[in-house]
Each structure stands twice: as structure tokens, then as C-alpha cells.
């Protein structure tokens, strides 16, 4: 057995808890809040790989208030991030020139925003996190959960949060800290979508057996102040279409909220084919749109951030518990895609862990399986919610946008009444496996950014605030630099160049020969790598503690 680094040899201060909580994301911080409104005197931490709470925190979002409504019914009495109100609610189908409203009355009635909020979620969770600190909760911002703990029986006791001070050569340096076990009766993971813990925890449990391989979208957003008089306080406006082809799904949001403030953003999904494509100048693009371009004029861009979302939905969702914890929020899958909503989900997430975690704490229970949740999840709002919409994503990716978009709103109608035509589609491959050589694949050309509308990454990446520590260890781990030769750029025409939103992977060629660069620098944490590498072979671990974006009213 080949021995330890010295400084991982080393051993850990631990910290004793009844609940770790893993991410200060709605999921994480609702089941902090719920155990300690169950019980005051239970222990709860919150560590949070951001710098503070909400920096990493990227969504639309228009917020749908049942989670909040359960979990702090007296919301509405008080000043909160969120004031701006639904007020207008459209939906177009987009082509080139032009754009086609759909009438909301053919529109299944989830689908109705109306009595939904329009806010940031980052502000939302800083809000929140002040709740659960003056319940007692403990929250650690800047320390980056990197390591699951086990006992001898393989239950879950905990997590270790990363060494600091660890320099480029994997020496400790002036700046060493070791770094902390949190140990736990039950160990909660929130860590949002593709969660470096949570991934490791569904290989080792096999959480996935029997379900539908996850599936993944990439979101990217853009925070506008616009001139006041195109500004439209309540407008909520979705559409697919142009830019993207019939074959290749996604779609737009835009949302007028607060002082003069436009969120708009773009989904592409991750099973893409054509590996020429790229989600960050398919966003820029759409903004050129008649539709939506006056929006903007006088306007200011503020922000802009990137975030893997998931999208499998019902049939993809993992069991959810395991030897001394569970997955809960993203970490489990809980988006609604056609809604493009996740954030109540995720809180009713929190919420039903924390009330199986409070149970098992008051029968003096540790370390064993959280079962009333995994076996609750289904019958609840949550698994209502996400049946209903179980076959607009498979039915998407099978048909194309027009034709699956229809059939997807068909099974959305019927299921109002009690059937279905479709049953439980399957998704088929992983978005990974979906890359066509590009031989097969036709280039796209971009047109070059204007720098009023549209932008490049660079400066776009320089207002996500991202930042990290520069001497240490890179933390995209690319596990067989020949194949990602062999494949990701001799087959592929290297797909990662484009698909990362942040600018982070460049082929170069130094003497003669391409090389594979890695700027992680500018990595936002969007996760996309670890997703859509056709070979699995990028992975993302979490960088020193507070590394990585620092947005504001995202």
C-alpha cells in the first residue's frame, strides 16, 4: 500500500453533530431551519463551499411559494428578497425573424405562473440563512465538503472539509490548514446539481438501480438593470425555437423584477449531438431576437453565472437514502423542467428529511437509513409534482422540439384528468453518450460579440466575480491525457472548448502537437465537464474553500 502524504497523514480535528448539512443552497437550509423548528436542541451545522451564503447560488428564478409556505408560513408578513409578483406570463415558439405567442389558455395548468415570485435565489438563501442562524443552526461559508466519512460497517458518519494551503506540486505551504471532519449522526447532501459528493454516494450505494440514467441541462444567465421604460415589473417570458435547431432542446427565460432588473437566460440540454455547438454563444445569439433585443437598449449588464441543471425528472431520481444520510434538493434531481422551477421542490426536500431525521434522533437512532423519506418522497407535492410532468423531457429529445413539445403538453393535459397515452417514457443514453463524431456534424459559426448585447466568455466570466486561489492543485481532473487526445479532440473536434460557459479548456498547439489546457481559474463551478466529457473522462472536485463565483442578485 503506497503511503499517505504527510500532511494527509496528519490527523483531523473533529466536530460532533446530531445533522451535518452539506450546501447552503433551499434544500440545504430548509432542512437546517425544520430540524431546529422540530427541536431546538438538535446540533446542526451548514458547511458551504462559497465564500458566503448565496454565492454560488444560480437560478431564473421565479419562486413557487409552496415550499416557503410550509416551512415559514409567515413569510408574506415579512421583509424578504421577495416582493416582485407574477403579474404577466407568456410563452412563444421562436423562428428566426419572427415569434409565435402561445395562447395561455392551451397552456396545462401547472404551467400558470401566476401566484409564483420573481427573485433572486441567491438573496433568497442569504435571507434564509440568517433564519437558521437565529434558530441556532451553525453555518461554515468558504470550507468545501470533499470528502464523505464512513465507519467500518460503510455507513456515513460525516464529511471532511478540504485541506487549505496546498500548493500547485500537492506540498502543503505556508498557508497550510488542515482540514475539519464534521461527524454526524445523519449527514445531509445538498449540494445542487451534480454533487461531487453525491455522485460518489450513488456509485457506492448504487442509488441508481432501477432508474432511468440522470439527465442534465446547462443554464446560463445574465443580470440586466434596463432603462426604465422598458422595464415591465412582474413579466415573466419563456420560449424555444431559434436559436436552437428542431433537434436540440432548450429554451429562454426572461424576467422583469426589482429596481429596473431583467433576468435572462438560456437552457440548452446536455444530450446535444452536434459537438460544434455551444450553449454560451447560443445564448448570446437569442438575445439578438427582435423579441427580446429592445429589452436591453440603454440597459446595463450586471452579472452573468453558469449552472448544470437536472432534468430526468420522476423516472431519474435516485433512491434517495443510505447508511447515515440522504441526498436532497439537486442532489436528488427534484427540478420540474418544463416549469423550470426546482426551488420548491427543493425545499419540500429539505423539509421531509428533516422530519425523518427528527424522528430517528428522538428514537435514539444513528447512522441507518432515513427510510420515511425514501419511502414518502412519491405521495408527497414533490413526486406529484414531477409525475405530472414525468414525458416532456423523453418526449422532447425523441421527437424533436415541435412535435415533442406537443405530445409533452398532451400528457400534461391528460394527466389533469387522470390518464395518459404515454405511460413512463424512457430517457435513453446518458447526455454524454450523445456526441456525434464531428465528421458527421456540420460547423457552426458564430458571429462576433458587439460588446453592447452581446458578449465574449472572458468578460463575461470577469462579472461572476470568480476567483481562486492560484497555487494549488487544479481540481478538473482529467484522469487519461491520451484519450482525451485520441478522442475528445481527434473525434470530437474537442467539444470541451465549447460547451464549458467560462472559458476554461483550450487545444493549443506547442510544437506541432495539440495540448490540452486547463484554465481553472475561470471555472464558475457549472459542472458541465463532468456531465458531457464524451468519455467521462474530466472530473470536478471542489477547489480550496471559497473558490470559484461570487455572484450578486443572481
Known amino acids: 500500500m503506497t503511503d499517505l502524504p504527510a500532511h494527509e497523514a496528519t490527523p483531523r480535528e473533529a466536530m460532533e453533530f446530531d445533522v451535518v448539512v452539506v450546501g447552503a443552497g433551499p434544500a440545504g437550509l430548509a432542512a437546517a431551519i425544520k430540524l431546529k423548528q422540530l427541536n431546538a436542541d438538535i446540533s446542526v451545522v451548514v458547511v458551504e463551499k462559497g465564500s458566503e451564503v448565496g454565492a454560488h447560488i444560480l437560478s431564473g428564478a421565479v419562486i413557487d411559494p409552496i415550499g416557503l409556505d410550509t416551512l415559514l408560513p409567515e413569510w408574506r408578513s415579512e421583509d424578504t428578497p421577495i416582493k416582485t409578483a407574477v403579474t404577466d406570463d407568456r410563452f412563444y415558439f421562436l423562428g428566426h425573424s419572427g415569434a409565435l405567442r402561445l395562447p395561455n389558455i392551451m397552456m396545462p395548468p401547472l404551467m400558470?405562473?401566476?401566484?409564483?415570485?420573481?427573485?433572486?435565489?441567491?438573496?433568497?438563501?442569504?435571507?434564509?440563512?440568517?433564519?437558521?442562524?437565529?434558530?441556532?443552526?451553525?453555518?461554515?461559508?468558504?470550507f468545501a465538503a470533499a470528502e464523505v466519512l464512513y465507519d467500518d460497517q460503510g455507513a456515513v458518519v460525516g464529511v471532511a472539509t478540504g485541506d487549505m494551503g496546498i500548493g500547485k506540486n500537492n506540498e502543503p505551504n505556508a498557508n497550510f490548514t488542515r482540514g475539519m471532519e464534521l461527524r454526524a449522526k445523519y449527514t445531509l447532501f445538498a449540494e445542487g446539481a451534480r454533487?461531487?459528493?453525491?455522485?460518489?454516494?450513488?456509485?457506492?450505494?448504487?442509488?441508481?438501480?432501477?432508474?432511468?440514467?440522470?439527465?442534465?441541462?446547462?443554464?446560463?444567465?445574465?443580470?440586466?438593470?434596463?432603462?426604465?421604460?422598458?422595464h415591465k415589473p412582474g413579466l415573466v417570458q419563456h420560449s424555444f425555437g431559434w436559436p436552437l435547431d428542431n433537434t436540440t432542446g432548450g429554451g429562454s427565460f426572461l424576467y422583469h423584477f426589482g429596481d429596473n432588473l431583467v433576468s435572462v437566460g438560456f437552457v440548452v440540454h446536455l444530450n446535444y449531438k452536434n459537438p460544434y455547438l455551444s450553449p454560451f454563444e447560443e445564448f448570446?445569439?437569442?438575445?439578438?431576437?427582435?423579441?427580446?433585443?429592445?429589452?436591453?437598449?440603454?440597459?446595463?449588464?450586471?452579472?452573468?453565472?453558469?449552472?448544470?441543471?437536472?432534468?430526468?425528472?420522476?423516472?431519474?431520481?435516485?433512491?434517495?437514502?443510505?447508511?447515515?444520510?440522504?441526498?436532497?434538493?439537486?442532489?436528488?434531481?427534484?427540478?420540474?423542467?418544463?416549469?423550470?422551477?426546482?426551488?420548491?421542490?427543493?425545499?419540500?426536500?429539505?423539509?421531509?428529511?428533516?422530519?425523518?431525521?427528527?424522528?430517528?434522533?428522538?428514537?435514539?437512532?444513528?447512522?441507518?437509513?432515513?427510510?420515511?423519506?425514501?419511502?414518502?418522497?412519491?405521495n408527497s407535492p414533490i413526486g406529484k409534482d414531477l409525475s405530472r410532468v414525468r414525458n416532456a423531457k423523453p418526449l422532447w429529445s425523441r421527437f424533436g422540439t415541435l412535435i415533442g413539445?406537443?405530445?409533452?403538453?398532451?400528457?400534461?393535459?391528460?394527466?389533469?384528468?387522470?390518464?395518459?397515452?404515454?405511460?413512463?417514457?424512457?430517457?435513453?443514453?446518458?447526455?454524454y453518450a450523445t456526441l456525434k463524431p464531428a465528421s458527421e456534424c456540420t460547423p457552426i459559426e458564430y458571429p462576433k460579440p458587439d460588446g453592447k448585447l452581446t458578449f465574449d466568455r472572458l468578460s463575461s466570466v470577469f462579472l461572476s466575480n470568480t476567483n481562486h486561489e492560484e497555487d494549488q492543485p487544479p481540481h478538473l481532473k482529467v484522469k487519461d491525457m491520451a484519450l482525451q487526445k485520441a478522442s475528445e479532440h481527434d473525434v470530437f473536434a474537442g467539444p470541451s472548448t465549447r460547451y464549458c460557459p467560462a472559458g476554461v479548456y483550450e487545444w493549443v498547439e506547442e510544437a506541432g502537437n495539440p495540448k490540452f489546457v486547463i484554465n481553472a481559474q475561470n471555472c464558475v463551478h457549472c459542472k458541465t465537464c463532468d456531465i458531457k466529457d464524451p468519455n467521462q473522462n474530466i472530473t470536478w472536485v471542489p477547489p480550496e474553500g471559497s473558490g470559484g463565483p461570487n455572484y450578486s442578485g443572481m
Open 195 to 230: 454533487g461531487n459528493l453525491g455522485k460518489q454516494l450513488i456509485a457506492k450505494f448504487d442509488l441508481q438501480q432501477g432508474r432511468e440514467p440522470q439527465k442534465f441541462g446547462i443554464g446560463l444567465k445574465e443580470l440586466w438593470q434596463v432603462a426604465p421604460d422598458k
Open 284 to 378: 448570446q445569439r437569442f438575445k439578438t431576437h427582435a423579441l427580446v433585443r429592445d429589452t436591453f437598449e440603454g440597459g446595463k449588464r450586471l452579472s452573468y453565472g453558469a449552472r448544470a441543471l437536472t432534468e430526468g425528472g420522476y423516472q431519474s431520481v435516485p433512491k434517495l437514502t443510505f447508511p447515515g444520510g440522504a441526498l436532497i434538493g439537486c442532489d436528488a434531481g427534484f427540478i420540474n423542467v418544463p416549469r423550470i422551477k426546482g426551488s420548491h421542490n427543493a425545499i419540500l426536500s429539505g423539509i421531509m428529511a428533516a422530519e425523518a431525521a427528527s424522528v430517528a434522533l428522538a428514537a435514539g437512532r444513528a447512522h441507518d437509513e432515513l427510510a420515511d423519506y425514501e419511502n414518502g418522497w412519491r
Open 112 to 142: 400558470n405562473n401566476h401566484g409564483n415570485y420573481i427573485a433572486s435565489l441567491g438573496d433568497v438563501c442569504r435571507w434564509l440563512g440568517t433564519k437558521a442562524e437565529g434558530l441556532g443552526v451553525e453555518i461554515y461559508p468558504g
Open 405 to 431: 413539445i406537443a405530445l409533452g403538453g398532451l400528457d400534461m393535459w391528460t394527466r389533469t384528468l387522470g390518464f395518459s397515452f404515454f405511460g413512463t417514457q424512457s430517457h435513453g443514453k446518458p447526455d
